[in-house]
């Protein structure tokens, strides 16, 4: 059974382990200095870099915009456990079969969500999300009295995957169709014309839920329209597992987990891009309005992905508890047993800090969407960043390595860990809108 998450109060994240801290003895000086590229820097990542998607329609999309029909009243998320798969409801049907208007029926089986029960006549089939997926369900209703104002739309990506059932039956193997969705709302100003488009990205699962509403309506008072994400993509918490050999070559699964995070950030920027250009075509009057980036927790790890994949559209970002080396924050993250997501251990025994040191420069070569690399496209550009210097969930010294790659913004350090930075962001929001104000002037002020 999926269970579902309702919205929380603020005080929850006081609960949360962070003060269960994992060290393995190198400090941030000396975590900048393993880090060094030992290959050449390229500042775009190469297009040959970002992971395919199903593109249906033939313009370098990777993924298609599904519109909500009806009145929604709100919306919960859930959890997928480990080792299931969502199986399919009509509404997860409609919202994917956009994906495949260009091909031939017979060519699609769309099954119920896993790969034991698909037409074995078709050449390929669609698995839903799998065990650490979080997905969203929207709450419908007729009462246009409890019905939200906002515009709500959902991402809808597929990556190819070769399904082989046996080696001795390599004439029945098919592609099947990994399906990834991302759920937006977009709100206008409840005042006035809009001054620009923000997008607010939550933490993991959509958290801290009511922190992220807190801001959405501070972004509106000041006259922003909001396009927020209300979980970030459906997979970026797959659960999976590495095993890294300590006695011998451990490139290979470095390789295979490169791969993995890196296609996790792509997708939220593959979802960022999109739900930006639905904006401007369902309220043309943002078309050619300043857009900004506000990434949180998990969000803010991925946000200089987003930037890199579309770089000349927006102004200006603000990045709350993020890191770069996302190697190192799934190994030593505080809240690994509560996100259950990427697993790293050492069967072999725990490795030195030399064998650390070449583990994160090998991870890093070969991973150019971690935001260690994309950090560098957002250089020169006004950036804010909200530092923890105690924060054990996204660990301080990422988030030190962050702020050195972005060219060392503007940034608010303080002296408390992941929790206390969302518990006192209420506090600092008039301070984050006229920072915003400041650094992105009005079109009325041209």
């Known amino acids: 059974m999926i269970r579902w998450r309702y919205a929380l109060p603020t005080l929850w994240l006081v609960a949360l382990p962070g003060s269960c801290v994992r060290h393995d003895g190198l400090s941030p000086s000396a975590m900048l200095d393993i880090t060094s590229p030992t290959r050449p820097s390229s500042v775009m990542p190469a297009a040959d870099r970002w992971p395919d998607r199903l593109d249906p329609t033939n313009d370098g ?14 919306w919960v998320g859930g959890r997928v456990p480990n080792g299931m798969v969502i199986q399919g409801r009509p509404n997860d049907y409609a919202q994917i079969m956009g994906l495949f208007d260009g091909m031939e029926q017979e060519e699609v089986d769309p099954g119920r969500g896993d790969t034991d029960d698909t037409d074995e006549d078709a050449s390929s089939g669609v698995q839903f999300e799998p065990g650490g997926s979080f997905v969203v ?23 190819n995957e070769l399904s082989i059932p046996s080696l001795d039956h390599l004439e029945d193997s098919k592609l099947v169709y990994q399906i990834q969705r991302t759920w937006f709302t977009y709100r206008k100003p409840p ?13 993991i699962y959509g958290t801290p839920r009511e922190v992220v509403d807190r801001t959405e309506r501070a972004l509106g008072k000041r006259g922003w329209s909001v396009v927020r994400m209300l979980a970030p ?4 918490t797959v659960h999976t597992e590495y095993e ?30 999109a739900a930006v250009r639905h904006v401007a075509e369902l309220d043309p009057s943002t078309a050619n309005l300043p857009k900004v980036l506000i990434g949180m927790s998990g969000t803010a790890i991925t946000l200089p992905t987003v930037w890199a994949y579309a770089p000349d559209t927006y102004s200006a970002a603000v990045i709350v508890a993020g890191g770069a080396n996302s190697f190192r924050i799934a190994r030593l993250s505080s809240y690994d047993d509560w996100i259950d997501a990427v697993r790293i251990t050492f069967p072999d025994g725990q490795p030195t800090q030399d064998q650390i040191a070449s583990f994160e420069r090998t991870y890093l070569d070969l991973a150019p969407l971690d935001s260690y690399w994309t950090a560098q496209t957002m250089r020169g550009k006004p950036v804010l960043v909200i530092h923890g210097r105690k924060d054990t969930a996204v660990p301080a010294d990422t988030g030190e390595l962050l702020w050195k790659r972005l060219g060392e913004p503007e940034r ?35």
């Not at 929001?429 to 002020?445: C, G, N, R, T």
Request: aromatic residues 6%; contains cysteine.
């Open 137 to 159: 369900r929207l709450t419908e209703t007729d009462d246009a009295g409890t019905a939200d104002s906002a515009a709500y739309f959902v991402f809808v990506s597929a990556e």
């Open 412 to 446: 608010w350090s303080m002296p408390v860990g992941h929790e206390l930075i969302f518990v006192s962001l209420p506090l600092r929001l008039l301070k984050m809108m006229d920072w915003l104000d400041e650094h992105v002037p009005s079109p009325e002020a041209d």
């Open 191 to 203: 005042q006035g014309e809009s001054r620009g488009v923000a997008v607010l990205m939550p933490g």
């Open 233 to 236: 993509p459906s997979r970026m």
């Open 244 to 273: 890294i050999p300590t006695d011998g070559d451990a490139s290979p699964v470095l390789a295979k987990l490169a791969r993995d995070l890196d296609n996790r950030a792509a997708e939220c920027a593959y979802a960022v891009d």
């Open 61 to 74: 999309s990777r993924g298609i915009i599904y519109d909500q029909p009806g009145k929604v009243s709100g």
